[in-house]
């Protein structure tokens, strides 16, 4: 499981949560600082959600196309080196 | 009197949605733990992003993030030293100079590590310390947490312990370690988003960063917004130490004795992919680490200058600092921000909890089980047996809570007890790592006379009321001076000691060390890695990082 997934999924339902509060809940005992930080921080939330299920989308997305030629020498020859470390 | 928040219907469901998702990883992870490698090792295949972030978390849990924000407003600037030179010196040594050691010998835990550097009974001692302390420290925090909750939204003290220990249980004997590490990195964005805003919300509040400090200084501000101008004596600064107790004994002894030895942090560095991840773990930890003061110390401050003192609970009829996180939240979070914030602080408790846990877990079935109650059992078997140590680790902590519940000093003891047994542990492994000539009798009664220093220490002294069981001969400004010049003598009784009985004691064959010792071990070749992923080039910068924010807020 890529962990970016369910972080993905927690902020941005979060996010959408927390903005469509803010935005139906304008007044000013949900404003005590004058902004609306429900609807500005579940935007952020929103963004950072959608913005890790985005990574992990795009990495599963090269793992189905199999590793690139020069990801795969590099992986290789670390190995090596471990071996002769050890 | 306490603060007393309540909770809209929209803080219930994100604290609902963060345990449904905690359960939900836990679950999915169940069925990749098919070996006791995959359980307690996370099969060693971790990304050093994910490792390093769990380094980082690991250590971060909702105690200290409440008591960070309350050292906040008792003495400003200066907490951050616990995250600046009391962390990072000691991660980058871990880095670079450790964790060839520790990953390239495959040991699994810590107490191994020493056995098979040291000897049976150094391991043992290393292994049945850790163990008891680490489940009885879990205990501890989650009586803290129920106490909070409790005060704070008013639940059931026994709601909370059971329904949190029975979260926990659930995830970890699911997904062992990697549920755990998976856990603390949710917990580590759910902390860094939860309450960056009550900085962004307070220093806006404030006038900025300079309207903070025009504000300290119309309250007589003793330099609360620098770490160096008054570390000259420890009666010109709050925190009542001098720079060379704090420099050696937060910043090198207690420090270094944490970062590099502890097994909780040190785990989660072991399950990384290859040795490169493992190396580059605790220097991605060091960068948010050096960040964390803007989003927990600073709101701390941000509460003394902003919340007029008579707003402030008080406890025996001073402010209460331990509320300065509370009242922030309470002051600048409206209903949802709210049940954020609450979620974080939550996550903290849990995966603290679930880190303890999981580290217990390998030290009693590898170090302890495995050692001395059955050797040669199938791999099943001990897979089976950490889900049961799971289980029996959860309930210890949860008798752990309810012990302290019915004995009130007993926390102030079992921490101090942990401080004593934790003092001398750096010198053993700095030797152990650095001098091929060291014994294993030698670290063994090294360590003992090391925790017998720092008992003797704190029996010989006192400050603000406490020690000098057996006589007084000298008095500290703080607990804190007592703290750090207690882990100095430790250190060097322990050195000393180590030193002395291992030239007395016959030396272990050089072919048997190597891998162990750095002399005795080939240098690494990590030319091939490009340029940012190479641990000597991050640890560089991140010091380069460290001094200047030590020099900006000098």
């Known amino acids: 499981m890529d962990l970016r997934t369910p972080i993905g999924w927690l902020f941005t339902v979060v996010g959408v949560l927390l903005t469509a509060f803010g935005w139906l809940h304008r007044t000013a005992a949900f404003m005590p600082t004058g902004i609306d930080i429900d609807l500005v921080w579940g935007v952020v939330l929103l963004v950072f959600g959608l913005f890790m299920l985005g990574l992990a989308w795009r990495a599963r997305k090269r793992r189905e196309r199999g590793p690139a030629p020069a990801a795969a020498n590099a992986a290789a020859a670390s190995h090596e080196r471990q071996a002769a470390s050890r | ?554």
Not at chain 2, 65 to 93: C, N, Q
Not at chain 2, 254 to 263: A, H, M, P, Q
Not at chain 2, 348 to 353: D, K, P, R
Not at chain 2, 367 to 375: A, E, L, T, V
């Open chain 2, 1 to 554: 009197m306490l603060l007393h928040l309540s909770l809209n219907w929209l803080d219930k469901v994100i604290l609902g949605l963060y345990c449904l998702f905690v359960l939900g990883i836990g679950w999915r992870l169940k069925r990749q733990m098919r070996t006791s490698d995959d359980f307690f090792l996370s099969g060693r295949r971790i990304p050093s992003w994910i490792t390093g972030l769990a380094f980082l978390s690991a250590n971060l849990g909702a105690l200290e993030m409440m008591g960070m924000a309350a050292s906040g407003a008792k003495y400003g600037m200066l907490t951050s030293h616990f995250y600046w030179i009391g962390a990072v010196p000691a991660m980058i040594f871990v880095a670079l100079f450790m964790m060839p050691f520790y990953y390239g010998s495959k040991a699994r835990s810590v107490p191994e590590y020493l056995r098979l550097r040291f000897d049976e009974k150094t391991r043992a001692l290393n292994a049945f310390t850790f163990a008891i302390m680490t489940v009885l420290m879990s205990g501890i925090s989650l009586y803290a947490m129920a106490i909070l909750f409790r005060d704070l939204l008013g639940w059931s003290f026994d709601l909370s312990i059971w329904l949190s220990a029975g979260i926990v249980l659930l995830y970890t004997a699911s997904g062992g370690l990697t549920s755990s590490i998976y856990n603390e990195v949710l917990q580590f964005f759910l902390i860094v988003l939860g309450f960056t805003p009550l900085t962004w919300l307070g220093l806006r509040e404030a006038g900025g960063w300079h309207g903070l400090q025009g504000r300290l200084l119309a309250m007589g501000d003793r330099g609360y917004l620098h770490l160096w101008q008054n570390m000259a004596h420890p009666s010109s600064n709050p925190m009542g130490v001098e720079w060379f107790g704090l420099v050696m004994g937060l910043g090198f002894v207690l420090s270094f004795g944490y970062w590099c030895t502890d097994f909780l942090v040190v785990q989660r560095a072991m399950a990384a992919e290859d040795m490169a991840a493992a190396r580059r773990t605790p220097l991605i930890a060091a960068v948010p680490k050096m960040l964390f003061p803007f989003i927990v110390i600073v709101p701390g401050i941000l509460a003394l200058a902003l919340i007029p003192a008579a707003h402030w609970p008080l406890q025996k009829g001073a402010i209460n600092f331990n509320e300065a996180l509370p009242l922030m939240i309470q002051q600048f979070y409206p209903a949802g921000m709210l049940g954020l914030g609450l979620t974080a602080l939550l996550a903290s408790f849990m995966s603290g909890m679930a880190g303890n846990v999981t580290a217990f877990n390998s030290v009693w079935t590898y170090d302890i089980y495995q050692s001395y109650i059955k050797r040669d059992g199938s791999d099943a078997h001990y897979l089976a047996v950490g889900r049961w140590t799971t289980i029996i680790g959860i309930v210890l902590s949860v008798g752990g809570a309810y012990l302290v519940t019915h004995f009130d000093n007993l926390m102030d003891y079992m921490q101090l007890v942990f401080g004593f047994v934790n003092a001398p542990l750096f010198a053993t492994f700095l030797l152990g790592m650095f001098w091929k000539r060291s014994t294993g009798h030698g670290a063994f009664w090294g360590l003992l006379s090391g925790m017998f220093g720092a008992a003797a220490h704190y029996s010989l002294t006192v400050a603000e009321g406490k020690g000098g069981w057996i006589a007084h001969l000298h008095t500290y400004s703080s607990s804190m001076a007592q703290n750090f010049w207690g882990a100095i003598w430790a250190f060097v009784a322990c050195f000393a000691v180590t030193v002395m009985v291992s030239l007395a004691s016959a030396p272990r064959p050089e072919a048997e060390l190597a891998g162990l010792v750095r002399s005795l071990t080939p240098r690494l070749e990590e030319k091939h890695l490009a340029w940012f992923r190479r641990p000597a080039y991050l640890g560089v910068g991140v010091l380069v990082i460290l001094v200047a924010l030590n020099w900006y807020f000098r």
